[in-house]
């Protein structure tokens, strides 16, 4: 079993110990030392980094019986070892591992909430809450109770205690370790089983932002940042508030009424914009039906565009067969596509016709029999498609 030095102080940055064991793994070496201050992987909080003597620590993880295993770049000697962890991702770990126990506590205080699980990402972190979904007060006021806490600058301590007696102690939540069980307290507000590292004061967190909350499992997963992370987002998100401003001549305060309107009138543009759009496709439709080839099957229109969406020839498509007697072929030399459509009160089935000419020409599609599409073949074969799936119904 290795010794974790950090279980009694995580501000320690550099240490030493012996090698017990190094072996080559499928992605650098792995070496197990007598005692370490690098963190594993576990609880919801990403392990370490650092260097043991001139090798990078790329991860650190718990093995059977207590042993942790450091993934190294490369080899390194035996006998004596020393080490240094990188502080600020210790330190930033050890914010949010705290201002989790906090938000956690707070919660649990607030709506009876209690946390499920902890993730800590590398950006932000999130708690699991046994709750359907906090409401806007329950918010406010976990958000104010985590805030004191932080500016109450309370002290954080490590006991230690056994499962005999730790629950004397009114522990958030069981553990289920055996032994020596590591608690952590938050002077007159929170105590805990974990084995993370955590700041020795509430006043270290900084702060405690939560970002957003949403619907996860039957209950409520709340998304946050403390501490540096807290910083950079609200440095951020002013910018982006400044910016914004300045781009609409507003100030912040101002912004989602202007947006509010601004989409309005986008969606008022956008309907007038589909009503023109539709008018013109009709417009374009009567005069391709004045142009129409007659046979003694139907009013053929049969053509190529280039610059056109499949959609808008789609929608043409339907403007054209609306109209009694009409057979549409039409077909767009961007992306190597053609519809085939006919109207209602005509025989023959497009889809079929669209398989047949695949069949022959290569490329593949299908439909309905009033209307289908088909794509994947060259350009050079779009008039030949056209063509076939003309032979088709004439």
């Known amino acids: 079993m290795t010794e974790r030095l950090y279980y009694t102080d995580s501000y320690l940055t550099e240490f030493s110990g012996t090698l017990l064991q190094q072996r080559r793994l499928e992605k650098g070496f792995g070496v197990v030392l007598d005692r370490t201050l690098f963190y594993p992987t576990s609880g919801g909080q990403p392990h370490d980094t650092g260097w043991l003597q001139n090798a990078r620590v790329l991860d650190v993880f718990e093995e059977d019986a207590g042993a942790i295993l450091h993934v190294l770049d490369r080899e390194i000697g035996t006998g004596h070892v020393s080490g240094k962890i990188d502080w600020s991702r210790r330190f930033d770990h050890m914010q949010q591992h705290t201002g989790q126990h906090i938000l956690s506590q707070a919660f649990l205080a607030v709506a009876q909430a209690r946390t499920l ?17 906090p409401t806007p007060a329950q918010m406010e006021e976990a958000r104010r109770l985590a805030a004191k806490v932080v500016f109450d600058d309370r ?22 370790r055996e032994g020596e069980i590591r608690v952590i307290d938050i002077e007159g507000f929170d105590r805990t089983p974990c084995g993370g590292t955590h700041v020795g004061r509430t006043g270290e967190v900084g702060m405690i932002f939560v970002l957003g909350l949403e619907r996860y499992k039957g209950g409520t997963r709340i998304e946050f940042v403390a501490g540096h992370r807290a910083l950079k987002t609200f440095y951020r998100d002013h910018a ?5 401003g300045s781009l609409h001549s507003a100030a912040p305060e101002n912004l989602p009424a202007m947006t509010e309107k601004l989409l309005q009138e986008r969606m008022t543009l956008s309907r007038e914009i589909e009503c023109l759009q539709n008018r013109l496709l009709e417009m374009e439709a009567a005069d391709l039906l004045q142009k ?8 053929v229109v049969r053509k190529t565009y280039v610059g056109r969406s499949l959609e808008t020839i789609k929608a043409l498509a339907q403007k054209l067969t609306a109209h009694p007697g009409v057979l549409a072929l039409l077909g767009t030399a961007d992306t190597c596509q053609l519809v085939a459509a006919r109207s209602p009160n005509l025989q023959g089935n497009c889809g079929d016709a669209i398989k047949q000419a695949a069949a022959e020409l290569g490329g593949k599609g299908g439909g309905r029999p009033e209307f289908a599409q088909a794509g994947g073949f060259s350009a050079d074969s779009l008039d030949s498609w056209l063509r076939a799936v003309e032979k088709y119904f004439l």
């Open 240 to 244: 982006l508030l400044k910016r914004l």
């Open 292 to 299: 129409a080839v007659k046979t003694e099957y139907a009013s």
């Open 155 to 176: 002290a954080v301590r490590i006991l230690t205690t056994d499962r005999d007696t730790i629950g004397s102690l009114g522990v958030r939540k069981e553990s289920r």
């Open 117 to 133: 699980s902890f993730h800590m990402g590398s950006e932000t972190s999130t708690i699991d809450v046994d709750l359907d979904l």
